[in-house]
């Protein structure tokens, strides 16, 4: 029980590092110069679409110190 509370804590580190690092990259669209910039009209959607980026990564976030808990109560 405890390898796979250490596994799951490890995949779900590794999912909210991904989704965090996809957040930021994402976020670059709205720092980049006029020409390339983030369309007006699409930029709600896009807006949406980091925003639940970075949600998804607080999840896995939540998730992983959920298991990171569960597995030192069992070693106590």
């Known amino acids: 029980m405890e390898k ?12 909210s590092c ?3 690092s996809l957040g ?9 110069p006029p020409g390339y910039r983030i369309d007006v009209k699409a930029q709600p959607m896009y807006v949406l ?10 999840i896995f976030c ?4 959920r ?4 597995r030192e109560q069992m070693n106590e």
């Open 49 to 58: 679409i980091v925003i639940v980026t970075f949600m998804v990564a607080a």
């Open 62 to 65: 939540w998730l992983s110190m």
């Open 4 to 15: 796979q509370l250490e596994a799951a804590q490890q995949d779900y580190h590794r999912f």
């Open 24 to 32: 930021l990259f994402l976020t670059l669209g709205f720092l980049l």
């Open 67 to 70: 298991a990171k808990r569960a």
């Open 18 to 20: 991904l989704f965090l």
